[in-house]
């Protein structure tokens, strides 16, 4: 008997491939739409250069068509109005010292700024101490406070010099005018660092006596400009002092010990050497 063939049936289920190819792009299409409905920009100029390079590798323009100057960038993140930059802390300082002249015999308060890019501020000794002494006043603080402000602010070291006039000074706390604008430099870096928050690595005082004065002594509105206090912040750092490891060496080149040796041998008082033994 001939066998009889079975007669294929028509596959009526075909659309589901096409239906399943459409849902899984509609489900695609909503997770990119929701994807980018937040956008990282980082992200996405990352993805974006990936992609251009991926489809033209060659041709395409690099990232950044002009090359980054260093200098620009660094004038951009030290803008004049950004917050701790020189000039914003200058002109905080200059409205400080403006606040002060209001008061008359203030008027003598000023800012300066050095060539070297220092920034000088002068304080008549009226403002700060009684007469011959260096205890600060009260009435300074709310001076001081602003003014150590704006040095955490610009966070640079600062020198405090005390100066007087020539009129000598012979107390029994001060035997000369060296210690009083010595003494008086100290109260002010005290004051900045210890009631205000200033860093005391960042601090200097100095005493200068009558050495430096601004004007001649010749009258008493003259030593009145002489006896001050300059707060000197400075444009660039001193620089930090050698460790001593073992023996040191001395201006010559010589070690300490050597130095001490050729010492003893030229004094010898000092060593005991040469001395007549006492009975």
């Keep these: 008997m001939a066998k009889?063939?079975?007669?294929?049936?028509?596959?009526?289920?075909?659309?589901?491939?096409?239906?399943?190819?459409?849902?899984?792009?509609?489900?695609?299409?909503?997770?990119?739409?929701?994807?980018?409905?937040?956008?990282?920009?980082g992200k996405y100029r990352t993805v974006s250069e990936s992609i251009k390079a991926a489809l033209n590798p060659v041709v395409s323009p690099p990232s950044s068509p002009t090359p980054i100057a260093l200098s620009s960038s660094k004038a951009a993140l030290t803008a004049p109005d950004a917050p701790g930059s020189k000039e914003v802390v200058v002109r905080k300082l200059r409205n400080l010292v403006k606040s002060i002249k209001a008061v008359p015999q203030m008027s003598t308060v000023r800012i300066t700024e050095k060539i070297n890019g220092d920034i000088v501020i002068?304080?008549?000794?009226?403002?700060?101490?009684?007469?011959?002494?260096?205890?600060?006043?009260?009435?300074?603080?709310?001076?001081?406070?602003?003014?150590?402000?704006?040095?955490?602010?610009?966070?640079?070291?600062?020198?405090?010099?005390?100066?007087?006039?020539?009129?000598?000074?012979?107390?029994?706390?001060?035997?000369?005018?060296?210690?009083?604008?010595?003494?008086?430099?100290?109260?002010?870096?005290?004051?900045?660092?210890?009631?205000?928050?200033?860093?005391?690595?960042?601090?200097?005082?100095v005493g200068?006596?009558?050495?430096?004065?601004?004007?001649?002594?010749?009258?008493?509105?003259?030593?009145?400009?002489?006896?001050?206090?300059?707060?000197?912040?400075l444009e660039q750092a001193p620089p930090a002092p050698a460790l001593?490891?073992?023996?040191?060496?001395?201006e010559l080149g010589r070690s300490t010990e050597d130095a001490q040796q050729s010492t003893s041998q030229l004094v010898p008082e000092l060593s005991g050497e040469g001395r007549i033994p006492t009975p």
């Design 4 to 41: 009889h063939k079975h007669e294929e049936h028509e596959n009526h289920e075909r659309w589901l491939v096409s239906y399943a190819d459409f849902i899984t792009l509609l489900f695609a299409f909503f997770v990119v739409m929701y994807s980018i409905s937040s956008v990282n920009v």
């Design 122 to 205: 002068t304080i008549p000794d009226q403002l700060l101490f009684n007469s011959g002494e260096a205890a600060v006043r009260s009435e300074a603080l709310p001076f001081l406070e602003g003014l150590s402000g704006a040095l955490v602010e610009l966070n640079r070291h600062t020198k405090v010099e005390g100066h007087t006039d020539n009129v000598p000074i012979r107390t029994a706390q001060f035997p000369s005018n060296w210690e009083l604008s010595a003494a008086r430099a100290v109260m002010v870096v005290r004051v900045l660092s210890e009631l205000y928050g200033v860093p005391s690595d960042h601090l200097a005082a």
């Design 208 to 233: 200068h006596a009558d050495t430096r004065p601004l004007t001649e002594n010749l009258d008493p509105e003259q030593r009145a400009k002489n006896r001050r206090v300059e707060v000197v912040i």
């Design 244 to 250: 001593e490891a073992g023996n040191s060496v001395d």
